[in-house]
């Protein structure tokens, strides 16, 4: 297979599970199980690539303190090379907390080093490793987010195929206007519903397909949870639902593992239908555990 270059956000994640209720100013609540673990949307889609055995490499930074170094050595676990990860000084690494419920999830963030990424960050050569780049966490790369549009057309121009994942803005502003003249150069645009309905101004997710993004971006995969993945592509909306009734006991990764499944059939030559079911199966299993999955669908 061809190697996938994954580009964004890395963090630590400490993730608690097994909450029945949100917090309350000045009550405490308890949770059935806690972990750390690699965090970032970009970090957990590239792990999960990994994991599946497809060729990857990942470039991101980190603070040269504890949890920086601990994410190396995480990494690396997951046969994901590190060199490629900077540490920097002065600066911490990022930390999410994830409160996770059966059906949603609350995060609170401290983006560090995750605003910290540039284009020196990226070796000269890094577009010709590989065949297909992935961008994650665009709101929260704020030194990056100016140069996104111009490194999607960059990697066309080297032959690449390109996709992006949102994430989520901390600032509610969902400003894409710096992707404006560059939406023909990103292949695969993968929101989660909650998000595109932000982006577009409209809370229903059929009809932001139908307005948003414009018609230059050439593929729109909208995760929608338990109701499955819709699919826009040559001006067609599909549904697709859910890959199996499974109980939820983590959703915080599930969206980077739907990336994950997706990205691996498109690079192995499935068609864009059964590429969409494989990031329906691979979310499903991440739904089912805490954090990243052991073992992924065939």
């Not at 970009?42 to 497809?54: E, G, I, K």
């Not at 890094?126 to 992935?134: A, Q």
Request: net charge negative.
């Amino acid at each position: 297979m061809k190697t996938i270059i994954v580009l964004g956000d890395l963090n630590v994640d400490l993730i608690f599970s097994g909450l029945e209720s949100a917090p309350a100013p000045g009550r405490e609540i308890l949770a059935d199980n806690y972990r750390l673990k690699i965090g970032g949307s970009a970090a957990n889609t590239a792990c999960m690539l990994s994991r599946a055995n497809c060729p990857v490499s990942f470039y991101g930074v980190v603070g040269n303190d504890f949890f920086g170094r601990w994410l190396i050595a995480e990494i690396e676990k997951y046969g994901i090379d590190s060199k490629t990860i900077r540490l920097e000084n002065g600066r911490q690494t990022g930390v999410t907390v994830a409160l996770t419920y059966p059906s949603d999830r609350m995060y609170m963030t401290n983006s560090g080093t995750v605003a910290a990424a540039t284009m020196e960050d990226m070796p000269g050569s890094y577009l010709s490793r590989g065949k297909h780049l992935h961008l994650a966490a665009y709101f929260l790369q704020k030194k990056l987010k100016p140069s996104i549009g111009p490194l999607l057309h960059r990697a066309k121009m080297a032959g690449m195929t390109t996709s992006l994942d949102p994430g989520c803005d901390q600032d509610n502003e969902w400003d894409l206007s710096g992707l404006d003249p560059f939406w023909s150069d990103l292949d695969f645009f993968l929101p989660n519903a909650d998000e595109l309905h932000a982006m577009s101004g409209i809370d229903d997710t059929e009809r932001s397909l139908a307005s948003f993004p414009p018609p230059s971006a050439k593929c729109v995969v909208v995760k929608a949870g338990a109701q499955g993945a819709f699919l826009r592509n040559n001006g067609g909306i599909e549904k697709y639902p859910a890959a199996d009734k499974t109980e939820a006991i983590d959703t915080s990764c599930a969206g980077d593992c739907f990336n994950a499944g997706f990205l691996l059939a498109i690079n192995r030559g499935d068609s864009m239908a059964d590429a969409v079911r494989l990031g329906n199966k691979f979310g499903a299993t991440a739904v089912a555990c805490v954090g990243l999955p052991e073992k992924l669908p065939t």
